[in-house]
């Protein structure tokens, strides 16, 4: 809706505004229906007191053109007169499809995830956005063995629904997977997800109303940010160093605030790549169990260590419940899948099954079973060993085109695990204006701006070394520092790997 004032005109600025709304109404530009904005939204526009607009709305309500109701804020009443079943001698008009959106659908404006999953089939860019397997790896034979099997002996049971909280053995595989991992768990505590983002999307049905405060890491997953800003929620970051999660300034926070939980990526942490200390873990725990606040675990990298043993999860330290741990198969097996689980105390996990069944029932039915049967021969252990060689060896190539090609004042991590370095760029440049740069060479990466959900994070950006041979691993660097050299003069350091995670404090 586009209102211009005429502060000079004589006219009332109530009246101005009143007299445009009128005239996009008797128009049908806006229809019987169309919900205006809130009086201090469209004050604030147009740079008036609220009470102007008051005016201009009660004008209106006096025309019989809108009507205003608690709760449901201020719509459109008139319709154009004429009898019923004649037309009028006004033009139809395209629907305004934008002042039918609920709120919820105006906080869905970041496209950044389904522009990086654009890339994904582009063989003229390299594209190191992607945090994705690589196929080269794909399981293909053992799953279409698989597959073809089941459809020929199980194929009216693969074929048809089943239960909302997944294939029941399928869940009893994942319970055992977990108690090896210290985790003590039962299939019926246990759902079975479309991959670990449903999981996220929802943790927020169930716990966020508009306004709740929860707390993340910052940076943290774009993907979590995104579902838990389109719930309404307020989303206070906590930095990180070194060690994970910054404990001291999050006890600031829960003795200020009561957020309803804690969401942590623990291990190779997306997009950093840091590994939450096993002391810091249990100072975590202890001040959830000192603020009654849940922990919303989130873990896809923990299988992909390429160093050391791997890290015992977040849920295998709980000895209270507090816990809920989110997991998926897309980033050990292949994304297509949509695979993800959960695991939750009995009564949250009740709860979750009753809000995913208004989702989509259950899961694609066919691939539970499949990816049941490989992880019951054994396959997926034999795999993840195959495939933590192999990612070792791409994370060690990206590291080796780092320290030959880096610019001075380039630095960034190793990562112990996981897909991801996360790179700091040289002072005075902005990843987004890299990043245009850079897809005209024909290359690609995320900006950091996408994992700060408050701003900031300008002069960063994430790495994935995952999906590519050695050669365009290095070729998608390359072209990267040549975007980046014709933005900025080279200075006396040179680049280095991060020892030390720099940090944005929130207080």
Not at 335 to 353: E, N, T
Request: proline share 7%; glycine share 8%; with cysteine.
């Amino acid at each position: 809706m586009e209102i211009k004032l005429d502060r000079k005109s004589p006219a009332p600025l109530y009246l101005q505004i009143r007299n445009q709304i009128r005239r996009l109404i008797l128009s049908r530009r806006l229809q019987a229906g169309s919900r205006l904005p809130p009086e201090r939204e469209l004050a604030g526009a147009l740079g008036v007191n609220r009470s102007t607009v008051v005016n201009a709305y009660r004008e209106l309500e006096a025309d019989g053109l809108i009507e205003s109701y608690v709760g449901r804020g201020t719509t459109v009443k008139f319709i154009p007169p004429g009898e019923e079943g004649q037309e009028t001698d006004l033009a139809v008009q395209t629907p305004v499809w934008k002042s039918f959106y609920s709120r919820q659908a105006a906080r869905m404006f970041n496209p950044i995830i389904s522009n990086i999953l654009d890339l994904v089939n582009r063989e003229d860019i390299i594209s190191l956005a992607v945090g994705l397997p690589s196929n080269e790896f794909y399981p293909l034979k053992e799953f279409n063995s698989i597959m073809s099997g089941l459809i020929c002996e199980k194929g009216r049971y693969v074929f048809g629904h089943g239960p909302t909280a997944g294939h029941y053995p399928l869940r009893e595989y994942l319970a055992g997977f977990l108690k090896e991992r210290g985790v003590e768990t039962m299939p019926d505590n246990s759902m079975v997800l479309s991959g670990s983002q449903q999981g996220l999307d929802l943790a927020a049905k169930v716990f966020l109303e508009p306004g709740d405060a929860l707390v993340v890491e910052e940076p943290s997953y774009m993907g979590a940010l995104q579902v838990f800003a389109a719930a309404g929620a307020r989303i206070l970051g906590v930095p990180l160093d070194e060690e994970g999660l910054r404990v001291d300034i999050l006890e600031q926070i829960l003795s200020r605030y009561h957020p309803k939980f804690i969401y942590t990526l623990p291990t190779f942490q997306n997009p950093s790549g840091i590994t939450m200390s096993i002391l810091r873990r249990r100072e975590l725990l202890k001040l959830a169990y000192r603020f009654h606040v849940p922990i919303l675990e989130d873990d896809p990298y923990s299988e992909l260590y390429y160093e050391g043993e791997r890290m015992p999860s977040l849920k295998s330290m709980d000895n209270h419940g507090y816990v809920i741990y989110l997991s998926t198969f897309s980033k050990m097996l292949f994304p297509g899948l949509r695979l993800g689980w959960v695991a939750a105390p009995p009564v949250l996990a009740g709860q979750l099954v009753m809000t995913k069944q208004l989702d989509d029932f259950h899961v694609n039915s066919l691939s539970q079973w499949a990816v049941n049967e490989f992880c019951r021969r054994g396959l997926l252990e034999k795999h993840l060993m195959r495939v933590r060689e192999e990612y070792a060896v791409k994370r060690d190539l990206m590291q080796a085109s780092l320290e030959e090609l880096a610019p001075p004042g380039f630095r960034w991590n190793r990562p112990a695990g996981g897909y991801h370095f996360w790179c700091k760029l040289p002072e005075g440049v902005k990843a987004g204006a890299l990043l245009a740069r850079t897809i005209e060479k024909k290359a690609a990466f995320v900006p950091s701006d996408a994992f700060f959900a408050n701003g900031g994070g300008t002069n960063r950006l994430r790495l994935s070394f995952s999906r590519y041979p050695g050669e365009l691993i290095r070729e998608g660097v390359r072209r990267i520092f040549e975007a980046l050299g014709e933005m900025f003069c080279p200075g006396e350091m040179s680049g280095e790997v991060l020892t030390r995670q720099e940090v944005r404090p929130l207080v």
